[in-house]
C-alpha cells in the first residue's frame, strides 16, 4: 500500500514556508524524498533512515518519525524554483523496492 | 555522459502492438527498475532487478516482461498493448536495493491509440 502525502497540492508567494507530510499504514525501514519537475524525471533530494533522524539540504529538510510511521519535509523561504511534484516513497524493509506517494503539486509564484 | 539512459522517448502505437523501451546505465549500479507513471502522476513500482534476481509487483500484467542482457541494461518488453498501458514508462537503478538513492531515466512516454 502506497505512502500518504497531504496537501495535495499547495500554492506559495516566493519566501514563504510549507510542510509536506508523508504517512504509512505499514512500518518504515526508510522514506525518500523525490522532486520532479513537468516533463522531467523525478530528482533524489534526501533518505532518512533512523527513527527521528532529520536531514537538511539547503532550504529543504526532512523528518522521520519512525514510530509513528511519518515523515515530513520542510521547504523554508521557498524559490521559484521549488515548483514541482514531491513525492515521498518508502519501504518497510532493506531490501523491498521503495513504494512512492501520490505526490504533493507545489507551485512558487512571485 | 547520461547516467541513467531510455529510448525511445516518444513511443505512439496501435493496440494489439508488441513493444519495447530500452535502458542503460552507466553507473556502475547493482539494481534496475522499472516504473509506471499515469496521467495522474502516480509512481508505480514494476519491476526490480538485481543481480538475475528478479522482483515483480503482483499487480502488473505478465504482458509487462523485464529482460536483462547484463547488470548494466534492464529493457521492457510489452505484449499486446492496451490503451490502458498509455503512460510515461521512468527506468531507474541504484546502487543498493531498497535503500540507495534512485537515479532515475527521462522517462519514455508511450500512447497506444
Known amino acids: 500500500q502506497q505512502p500518504v502525502q497531504s496537501p495535495q497540492a499547495v500554492i506559495l508567494r516566493e519566501g514563504e514556508d510549507a510542510v509536506i507530510n508523508c504517512s504509512s499504514s505499514?512500518?518504515?525501514?526508510?522514506v525518500h524524498w523525490y522532486r520532479q519537475k513537468h516533463g522531467e524525471a523525478p530528482v533524489f533530494l534526501m533518505i532518512?533512515?533512523?527513527?527521528?533522524e532529520q536531514k537538511g539540504h539547503d532550504k529543504i529538510s526532512a523528518s522521520f518519525n519512525e514510530k509513528k510511521q511519518q515523515s515530513s519535509l520542510y521547504l523554508t523561504a521557498s524559490q521559484l524554483s521549488y515548483s514541482g511534484t514531491y513525492f515521498c516513497a518508502g519501504n518497510n524493509n532493506a531490501g523491498n523496492m521503495l513504494t512512492f506517494g501520490g505526490g504533493t503539486r507545489l507551485m512558487v509564484k512571485p | 555522459d547520461t547516467a541513467v539512459s531510455q529510448t525511445p522517448k516518444y513511443l505512439v502505437t496501435q493496440m494489439g502492438n508488441d513493444k519495447s523501451i530500452k535502458c542503460e546505465q552507466n553507473?556502475?549500479?547493482?539494481?534496475m527498475y522499472w516504473y509506471k507513471q499515469d496521467s495522474k502522476k502516480f509512481l508505480k513500482i514494476m519491476f526490480s532487478y538485481n543481480n538475475k534476481e528478479l522482483i515483480i509487483n503482483e499487480t502488473v500484467p505478465n504482458r509487462f516482461s523485464p529482460k536483462s542482457p547484463d547488470k548494466a541494461h534492464l529493457n521492457l518488453h510489452i505484449n499486446s498493448l492496451e490503451l490502458g498501458d498509455s503512460a510515461v514508462y521512468f527506468c531507474?537503478?541504484?546502487?543498493?536495493?531498497?535503500?540507495?538513492?534512485?537515479?532515475f531515466g527521462e522517462g519514455s512516454r508511450l500512447t497506444v491509440l
Open positions: 505499514k512500518a518504515l525501514y526508510s
Open positions: 531507474a537503478s541504484s546502487r543498493t536495493s531498497g535503500t540507495g538513492e534512485l537515479f
Open positions: 532518512l533512515l533512523k527513527g527521528g
Open positions: 553507473l556502475g549500479h547493482d539494481t
